[in-house]
């Protein structure tokens, strides 16, 4: 494997979060400025996050939209994040919140936090339900925290929690 800093080679997305641990408010403001500050195609910086720390009423709202099997281990999250992107070109909107994203996840890692990323959640109940402005299209929630005992997981997950990482070789991912 080649020579990789730490904070990439070390970034994992756990479902294992202490339930007891919080986020503080500099470590929130820290992983919003590095998404902030992530690129975008003409520096549109399309992205749009909210944020719930756990309990809270946009923490509360997250979590009902995931799916029933994600809710089981993300409501020990310290925090849910949504990622959304303003309406215009959707391919590049998408593509410059990843970026986003990517780097909010670089700086926790940074920090000793882990985020899990979703993708599948009801994005028009959450987008009614956070009442957010016409065009705005929610994308991901991530959950955010440090890491817990995967002992209270359920069996199938615990195995995945456990298991070895596995990438893909780098031979198959070019393209010919």
């Known amino acids: 494997m080649a020579d990789l800093t730490p904070l990439l080679a070390f ?10 641990a919080e986020l503080t408010g500099a470590e929130a403001s820290s992983l919003l400025e590095a998404a902030r500050w992530a690129p975008s195609t003409g520096n549109a910086q399309p992205w749009r996050f909210a944020l ?3 309990e809270d009423d946009t923490w ?6 995931l799916p029933a099997g994600d809710q089981r281990w993300a409501r020990r999250a310290s925090a849910l994040v949504l990622g959304a992107h303003a309406a215009g070109d959707a391919e590049r909107g998408a593509y410059d919140l990843g970026q986003a994203m990517a780097h909010l996840t670089v700086q926790a890692t940074a920090l000793g936090l882990y985020v899990h990323q979703l993708t ?5 109940g959450l987008a009614a339900d956070l009442d957010l402005p ?5 994308l991901v929630v991530a959950a955010v925290g440090r890491l817990g005992d995967p002992a209270v997981l359920p069996e199938e997950l615990r195995q995945r929690e456990l298991g070895l990482r596995r990438r893909r070789p780098l031979a198959a991912l070019l393209l010919p």
């Open 52 to 54: 719930g720390h756990r």
């Open 120 to 124: 599948c959640f009801d994005r028009a």
């Open 134 to 138: 016409v065009g705005i299209r929610p």
């Open 11 to 20: 970034r994992w997305s756990p479902r294992a979060f202490d339930p007891a």
């Open 60 to 65: 509360k709202r997250l979590l009902v939209s």
